[in-house]
């Protein structure tokens, strides 16, 4: 009703747009959030959700082309820079991956997910992995409640390219604490590694 009132309120039709998107209604969200676009094409909240949109539809290229148009608008905003790391980290682009998802991880601290892929990113990278160790067990501590830290490091103890670096009996100690949280395929996974 607001909107039939006021049809040039890109607040409100941003935030119709998120409502739309939570009761399921993908359609209209786009349609909303590409009508925010057209009145103000440099509206950076708009550009993000509507990247989010597309990339969970499958159309990776249209999800990039927003993401990189909100860090040209924003360059220190983490969700873009997030989304789009996740995207060179599954197209294996591991510089950029690297780059993006360390900023994200950087911005919210609490990202592990953004903090865990960045160093995984940058070891794929050609990184010193004494380096990326060193790192993650700084993550792992700062971050004593999220499984993922502890998971990649179990598993970089354990199976490391560096044998000088390998602490398997470390390994294992940490995989098993993960089996006792919750015993899912990847623990699994660190177990047998370690």
């Not at 009132?5 to 607040?11: A, G, L, Q, R």
């Not at 608008?73 to 682009?93: K, T, V």
Request: charged share 25%; glycine share 8%.
């Amino acid at each position: 009703q607001g909107l039939e009132e006021d049809p040039d309120n890109h607040h409100a039709r941003i935030s119709h747009a998120r409502a739309l998107y939570l009761s399921g209604q993908a359609a209209p969200t786009r349609e909303n959030l590409e009508a925010v676009l057209d009145m103000h094409p440099r509206n950076a909240l708009a550009a993000f959700l509507l990247g989010v949109l597309l990339d969970t539809e499958g159309d990776p290229d249209a999800a990039r082309s927003l993401y990189e148009r909100v860090l040209a608008l924003q360059p220190e905003h983490a969700g873009a820079a997030h989304h789009l790391g996740l995207l060179a980290f599954r197209e294996g682009d591991w510089p950029t991956a690297a780059r993006l998802l360390t900023q994200a991880g950087e911005r919210f601290p609490d990202n592990s997910l953004a903090r865990v892929l960045g160093l995984v990113a940058q070891l794929r990278a050609g990184a010193a992995e004494d380096a990326v160790l060193e790192a993650l067990e700084a993550v792992a501590e700062a971050l004593p409640r999220h499984p993922l830290p502890r998971y990649a490091l179990a598993r970089l103890l354990s199976a490391g390219e560096d044998p000088a670096l390998r602490e398997a009996p470390r390994g294992l100690d940490l995989a098993q604490g993960l089996r006792l949280s919750g015993p899912i395929p990847p623990v699994f996974e660190a177990l047998a590694l370690a």
